[in-house]
Antibody
């Protein structure tokens, strides 16, 4: 069974940092591109970042470029999102999601982890 | 950047009725790169349709996707009580990677 489990969310002050993790199981993690997608309270979905299976290709939404860094450790079946210079507008539930295949859509999602940026 | 506009914002229907949800792109989108998701309160989104018209694994055949270019449609042929949720379309673009529409809320009339 495919499972994605996020962790690392919490309350952080504006300007602070947080590192999210996503533990994957039930599939060959090293064969799939992965993504972070977020959802602010009561709002729609916003794609944040993508990383290819071998980390060769990395993309960011303009809203987080220069502040967030996506990475993965295929030996540990884990995906990460390092978030720096956090702002109130980064407050959201952050989901990790697997690509069905490259550029096709996300077929498995974690349950999400809440990040709250507030003083 | 391609913008996806979903309509209507809210759709009020009864179980057993047919639902038609629209997703319009500001520029032409390759059909291969158009997906639809369902999201229920407190849950992660679920992939329904990819490649504009292919159902994801385990999705009932009452869900169907169609369209090309700038106009795409998600149709639910006969609404079941569990289908009332928020629906999002998503496209992939080489420069912007993924973009979501703002969502359509399907509510019980």
């Amino acid at each position: 069974e495919v499972q994605l489990v996020e962790s690392g969310g919490g309350l952080v002050k504006p300007g602070g940092s947080l590192r999210l993790s996503c533990a994957a199981s039930g599939f060959t993690f090293s064969s799939y591109s992965m993504n972070w997608v977020r959802q602010a309270p009561g709002k729609g979905l916003e794609w944040v970042s993508s990383i290819s299976s071998s980390s060769s290709y990395i993309y960011y939404a303009d809203s987080v470029k220069g502040r967030f860094t996506i990475s993965r450790d295929n030996a540990k079946n884990s995906l990460y999102l390092q978030m720096n210079s956090l702002r109130a507008e980064d407050t959201a539930v952050y989901y990790c999601a697997r690509d069905l295949y490259v550029s096709s859509g996300h077929d498995y999602w974690g349950q999400g982890t809440l990040v709250t940026v507030s003083s | 950047e391609i913008v996806l506009t979903q309509s209507p914002g809210t759709l009020s229907l009864s179980p057993g009725e047919r639902a038609t949800l629209s997703c319009r792109a500001s520029q032409s989108v390759s059909s291969s790169y158009l997906a639809w998701y369902q999201q229920k309160p407190g849950q992660a989104p679920r992939l329904l349709i990819y490649g504009a018209s292919s159902r994801a694994t385990g999705i009932p055949d009452r869900f169907s996707g169609s369209g090309s270019g700038t106009d795409f449609t998600l149709t639910i042929s006969r609404l079941e009580p569990e289908d009332f949720a928020v629906y999002y379309c998503q496209q992939y673009g080489s420069s912007t990677r993924y973009t979501f529409g703002q969502g359509t809320k399907l509510e019980i009339k």
